[in-house]
């Protein structure tokens, strides 16, 4: 195929670029704002790849997109751009609406315009509200509670409207929480690895026994490759990785694993509107033939690792864009807790 992958410099999307070029796409084009947690580093392995392309811009931008889809002759999209932090949501929702939902309407109308054969957006779980029991089908009633996950949502109806109403092949994939290499540092994961490689502390949201469905990067991307080949048009497909688990286990995998003290974790002022649990039921997507392949003791295992023997990655963004943003959400939290 020939794929136009969005966001391809941020941690899902950069992953989904090296996949597709393992699996023989040619090209694979990737358009990317380079905002904060977007990093061509991402994808130094690459950058020379002479079926590999970058352009800089923006999903908002309808004159980009169109150059770039006629330009590569692409037939198939796959949108990974989007601003995707919870707590970011709650600090500036308006950025959130923008790149995810308007970006989204922008991109669907230049791919419907360029008769591009398959369009596949990259969505997520959070887009069912929290489930505190069962898990979620993909026809279940969205109930979105963060700025983050509405605008998700948002973009979720945008892009199914656009199969019922023009018959344009549209596929939807919602992934469950993801972790791995190249994460950016304000997530969970890298985030308590990070800071315990500092023997900093670890700030645990509300009682720590909130749940999440930990879903390697690879099989994440695996997946969306998956369903951008087999997938039927005008369907949703619900990725999980079948590992649930509490934050404060994983906190504690964390520490064990880094041979740290278990002190360091800090229980902190909860997140607002906080979803206390996550999971979906990917039975659908199992019938296409897919199904996760990285257990969690040992995905956990090989990222912490790796962000040991990446520091310098990790350290050039906790010194930098991220600095102000840690003190603004976790400054006044820590303190309180002592
Ligand atoms: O479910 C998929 C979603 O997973 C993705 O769509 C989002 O882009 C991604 O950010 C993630 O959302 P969460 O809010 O679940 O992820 P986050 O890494 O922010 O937090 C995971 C859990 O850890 C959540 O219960 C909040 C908690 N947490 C998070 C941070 C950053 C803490 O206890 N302390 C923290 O410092």
Redesign the pocket.
Known sequence: MRILVTGGAGFIGSHLVRRLLSEGHNPVVNLDALRYSGNLENLADVAHDPRYAFVHGDICDAGTVERVLKEHNIDSVVNCA?E????RSILEPNSFARTDVVGTAVLLEEVRKAKVARFLQV????VYGSVEHGWSKEDDTLAPR?P??AS?AGADLLVLSYWATYKFPVLIT?????YGPNQYP????P??ITNAIDDQL?????D?R????W?SVHDHCRAIEHVLRYGAPGNVYNIGGGNEQE?IT??EMILKHLGKSMELIRF?E??PG???R?AVDWSRLRLLGWSPRVRFEEGLCTTVDWYRTHESWWRKIKAGEFRAYYEE??RKRLEEAG
């Open positions: 989007a995707t932090h919870v707590d969505s997520t779980d959070e963060s983050y996950s998700k919602r992934g469950s929480n993801t304000e997530k969970f994961i985030l308590f670890l700030p645990l949201y509300g720590g909130y749940r999440r469905d879903l934050n994983v906190a902190v909860d997140r906080h979803d206390r996550y959400v976790y």
